[in-house]
């Protein structure tokens, strides 16, 4: 019999995990803990990181993990790599959930750089309204740009004071849809859109707002991860999960 441990986070993982319940298979969800109110799972769920990658080997170990699934966000680097080794250490198969990043379009009028430094770093110059919309977990980098009235939108409201200068916070949970976000986008008089290439339809109603109104995005692209086996459908991953053996 299966058991999954499925790394979540990312909206395919809570379909993953729906699907997987209603399978009948064994299953863990597991959150990084970034969110202070996570979503409810239909699954047996563990708050937290692991301890590195040693601490995930030893937990697919002791939990006598089957197959791990990587469903956590696009950028959530560290917990990929770390998946990779571990799952390699530990003889488990390991595959990821993924989702396409987003491609400019007609009417797109994207910059594409490679990290947030990179980001900070083109945001030099005059004063401007932006709208950041990378979540928190790197907001302070951008108090090296101090110019700009920043608009940002978090899932939670900040537990500590910001230490952006001007800036502005919503606390709102997704998905968004273009409609509201092109009047958040003019209501706010925002000049330019800072976002992460997450993928998917959940986060995307603020690139096509973007659009709508003509306005800039700086694109953050995707980080580089080491070689694995991805899929781009729930279903897949089933499929996967029964013929690769237990």
Known sequence: MPNLLILGGAAEGKALAKAVAEAGLRATYSYAGRVALPEAQPLPTRMGGFGGVDGLVAYLRENRITHLVDATHPFAAQMSRHAVAAAEMAGVPLIALTRP???????????????????????????????????????????????????????????????????????????????????????????????????????????????????????????????????GSVEEVLRWVVHSGT
């Open 101 to 231: 990043p987003w491609e400019a379009g007609a009417g797109d009028d994207w910059r594409h750089v490679e990290d947030m430094e990179a980001a900070v770093a083109a945001l030099e110059g005059r004063a401007r309204r932006v709208f950041l919309a990378i979540g928190r977990m790197e907001i302070g980098r951008f108090a090296a740009q101090p110019q700009h009235h920043y608009l940002l939108r978090l899932v939670d409201p900040p537990e500590t004071p910001l230490s952006l200068t001007d800036a502005q916070v919503i606390v709102a949970r997704g998905p968004f849809d273009e409609e509201s976000d092109r009047q958040l986008l003019q209501q706010h008089r925002i000049d330019l859109v800072v976002s992460k290439n997450s993928g998917g339809q959940g986060a995307r109603a603020k690139i096509d707002a973007a659009r709508a109104l003509g306005l800039p995005v700086l694109m953050v692209d995707r980080p580089a991860l080491p070689p694995r086996l991805e899929m």
